[in-house]
């Protein structure tokens, strides 16, 4: 199983331009999230979905946007790259079981891609 | 708000033990704890549901507080493998539902 998968791992950008990273997974799980993550920092939450066509913002959504067209992609768009966006993105997946005080042991673990380290210059 | 770890960084000799603790402000509905190793993706470890639960995983195990909305990992005779971020991972009960990582801990374990 390839899991979350993230293109490209790394990249340069220059101040100014737009970009967008890529996020797909294939274990039909119902939930996505964008995190960054800076140098010896903590995840930080961008922007989630819980399904196809709804998203919502995190707490760092400023200066990124998102989408959600089908179950298993979810891309992240930069627009108008700065430095203060230099930093590795994390895309993850988990399965949540609805309604949720029902949910079981196996739903909400959040399995991760290998990351993007973005540089902005 | 995100929870709290403590301690925020540790570092051990090989054979040590070590505990780290996450403390929630929210009622928990579920922990989950993850380890990150240096340039890597988190990677899931375990998952405690209900209130006073513990489980293991080899050498590492974890308690769950309900009440006391806080969550222990327990590491016992630490290994070179162990040294990573540790993670916890939040579900909370309170309003709707919401996933928040701890602010890690930073383990090193010597040789």
């Known amino acids: 199983n390839a899991g979350v998968t993230q293109t490209p791992k790394f990249r340069i950008l220059k101040i100014g331009q737009s970009m967008t990273l890529q996020c797909t997974q294939d274990?039909?799980?119902?939930?996505m999230y964008w995190y960054r993550q800076d140098p010896g920092m903590g995840l930080k939450l961008i922007y989630y979905?819980?399904?196809?066509?709804?998203?919502d913002k995190g707490e760092v959504p400023n200066g990124y946007n998102v989408s959600r067209s089908t179950t298993e992609d979810f891309p992240l768009r930069l627009e108008l790259a700065a430095p203060s966006q230099t930093s590795v993105y994390f895309c993850?997946?988990?399965?949540?079981?609805?309604?949720?005080?029902?949910?079981?042991?196996?739903?909400?673990?959040?399995?991760f891609g290998a990351g993007t380290r973005l540089s902005v210059l | 708000q995100q929870p709290v770890q403590s301690p925020q960084a540790v570092i051990l000799r090989e054979g040590e033990d070590a505990v780290i603790n996450c403390s929630s402000s929210k009622a928990l509905y579920s922990v989950h704890w993850y380890r990150q190793k240096h340039g890597e993706a988190p990677v899931f470890l375990m998952i405690?549901?209900?209130?006073?639960e513990q489980k293991g995983h080899e050498k590492i195990s974890a308690s769950f507080n309900e009440k006391k909305q806080q969550s222990s990992l327990y590491l016992t005779a630490s290994q070179l493998s162990y040294s990573g971020t540790y993670f916890c991972g939040t579900v909370t009960t309170s309003g709707t539902y919401k996933y928040i990582f701890g602010t890690g801990t930073r383990l090193k374990v010597l040789a």
């Open positions: 993850a997946s988990s399965y949540r079981i609805m309604p949720f005080i029902n949910s079981g042991g196996g739903s909400d673990i959040q399995y």
């Open positions: 274990m039909n799980h119902n939930y």
């Open positions: 405690l549901l209900k209130g006073g």
């Open positions: 979905s819980v399904g196809a066509g709804i998203t």
